[in-house]
C-alpha cells in the first residue's frame, strides 16, 4: 500500500487524512493512489515528494496540488561532536504535568511556516487544535522523550521537544519568543539537544524544518547540521 492513513489527524479534524508514502510517482502511479484514497473517503492527503523528481512535480501540479512547503531535512553526525563544548547554560528539563501557556504561545510559534499553516484551504481553528495537543503530547511523553526550556521571570521563553525518528535522535518543535532573539537561546536549545542525544547513545541526530524558515536554517547550519535532503510538501483535498 502506497499511503497510510492518518489516525491522530483524523480524529481531530473529523475527516479522514492520509499520506502518501513514495517519494517519487508518475502522473499515472498519482492518479491511482489519489483514485483509491477517494474510495476510501479520505478528504486531505499530504505528498512528501523528492523536489528533484519532475515527474513527480508535473504529477503533483496535473493533479491540483498545493505546494504548502519546501521540507528541509537536516542532519548531524553527533560523533564529530564533543560534549563539553555544547554550551547549554540555563536550559532545564521541562517538569510540569501540563504545557503553560506560554510554552502553548511557543509551540504554535513553531509552527509558523508549517504545510498546515501555508494551505489557504485548512481551517486556522484545525492549526491551533494540531499544535496544542501536539506539545500536550510532547509534555506528557507520548510524542517526546524529553521537553527542554528556557525560564525568564517564571516563564518559559524558549523550548524544544525531543525525540526518535529514523533511529535517530529528533528536535520536533523549537522556539524563542520574539523578545528574547538574539541571546543565543535557540543555540543553547540545539546543544541541550545534541548533548541528550549523545547522552543517550544516539549517532545521528535530525530536524526537519522549511526552507522558507531562514532563521531556523541558519541555526541549524551554525550547530553543525547539514541538509540531507528536501522534499515538496503538497496537499490534496478530494
Given amino acids: 500500500m502506497n499511503f497510510q492513513l492518518l489516525e491522530l489527524d483524523t480524529t481531530l479534524f473529523g475527516f479522514k487524512v492520509a499520506k502518501i508514502l513514495s517519494s517519487r510517482l508518475s502522473l499515472a502511479e498519482l492518479q491511482i493512489t489519489l ?36 521540507q528541509t531535512t537536516y542532519l548531524i553526525d553527533l560523533k564529530e561532536l564533543s560534549p563539553p563544548s555544547l554550551t547549554a547554560t540555563g536550559v532545564e528539563i ?43 503530547n510532547s509534555v506528557n511523553g507520548s510524542v517526546a522523550s524529553r521537553v527542554i526550556v528556557i525560564w525568564h521571570d517564571n516563564k518559559v521563553v524558549a523550548m524544544a521537544t525531543l525525540g526518535t525518528k529514523n533511529n535517530r535522535g529528533d528536535i520536533g518543535l523549537l522556539a524563542v519568543n520574539e523578545d528574547f532573539r538574539g541571546k543565543k537561546f535557540g543555540t543553547k536549545l540545539v546543544h541541550a539537544a545534541q ?29 553543525g547540521f547539514h541538509q540531507e535532503k528536501i522534499e515538496n510538501y503538497y496537499h490534496f483535498w478530494l
Avoid at 110 to 128: I, M, W
Avoid at 197 to 219: D, P, W
Wanted: contains cysteine.
Fill in 35 to 70: 483514485d483509491e484514497l477517494r474510495n476510501q473517503n479520505v478528504r486531505l492527503v499530504f505528498w512528501p515528494s523528492d523536489s528533484t523528481d519532475a515527474s513527480s512535480r508535473q504529477a503533483a501540479k496535473k493533479f491540483n496540488g498545493i505546494l504548502c512547503s519546501e
Fill in 94 to 136: 521541562f517538569q510540569e504535568k501540563a504545557p503553560t501557556i506560554e510554552l502553548e504561545q511557543l509551540a504554535l510559534q513553531a509552527g509558523t511556516y508549517s504545510h498546515f499553516k501555508n494551505d489557504p484551504n485548512f481551517p486556522p481553528e484545525f492549526f491551533l487544535k494540531l499544535y496544542r495537543v501536539w506539545i500536550a
Fill in 195 to 223: 548533548a541528550y542525544f549523545i547522552e543517550i547513545g544516539f549517532s545521528h541526530a535530525q530536524v526537519v524544518t522549511q526552507k522558507e524558515n531562514t532563521l531556523a536554517c541558519r541555526l541549524y547550519e551554525k550547530c
